[in-house]
């Protein structure tokens, strides 16, 4: 049974002053995040009353779906800080948020990854099923120095009921990101109970907003239902690591 906790704060009152966040989809028209520059702008604003200092935008790169290149990110981030440094106050960076599949396999052998920080490089799988050479490609990432960050690891289904490959994710060199609106079950019950099971296991090492739209920056109206929440201010604190 879900165990929610007793005394139930806002998601946004676990936002502390500076927070640095390392997963959002800002950038306008680039993949299924913002819209328009407009709205790239609104969001921002948004994040900013929230208490976020600075916003890693984090476009995805699928070659099935967003056929996106670094530089395509890199040059939509050029077209549109200008706007930003003018209308915001949040320092806006980028990276990608790369999808495990046999194109990362061709993207990682060319080399040159746009990394959140150094050689920290944020990836994600399909939320149908992990691919057949996770592992290997896990591997690979580490032999070429990098540090895998698997996004919001909570919300692959597929692992829910064989929570024991979480443990050999974590020994195969994987970071976890969690996104805090899983916290509020945003993404449904059994997200938020594995969300809830991996923060009471110490498996959780960075959060992300994943923010695409106004309906996520509402959602940080809502109560945090976890009962290992407490844990939450911790990892919003480990993510000045990768400020800039």
Known sequence: MFLFSRRKKLLKDFISNGYIDIHSHLLPNIDDGSKSITETIDLIKSLENLGFKSAIATPHIYKAVWDNSRSDIENKYQNTLPDVTQNCNLSLHIAA???????????????????????????????????????????????????????????????????????????????????????????????????????????????????????????????????????IPALVANNLFFEK
């Not at 959140?116 to 149908?128: A, D, G, P, T």
């Not at 829910?160 to 020994?171: A, D, Q, R, S």
């Open 97 to 231: 948020e790369y999808m495990l599949d046999e194109n990362f396999e061709k993207l990682l052998s060319a080399g040159n990854l746009l990394t959140l920080k150094n050689e920290y490089v944020l990836v994600e799988m399909s939320y149908l099923s992990p691919p057949i050479m996770l592992f290997d490609l896990l591997f690979e990432l580490q032999l070429e120095g990098y540090k895998p960050v698997l996004a919001h690891p909570e919300r692959y289904n597929f692992y829910h009921n064989h929570f024991e490959y979480y443990h050999k994710l974590k020994t195969a060199g994987c970071l976890f990101q969690m996104n805090l609106l899983s916290s509020t079950g945003y993404y449904g019950k059994h997200v938020a109970e594995c969300a809830d099971r991996l923060l009471k296991e110490n498996l959780i090492d960075f959060v992300g907003s994943d923010v695409h739209h106004q309906n996520h920056i509402a959602s940080f109206e809502n109560k945090v239902l976890l009962k290992n929440s407490n844990s």
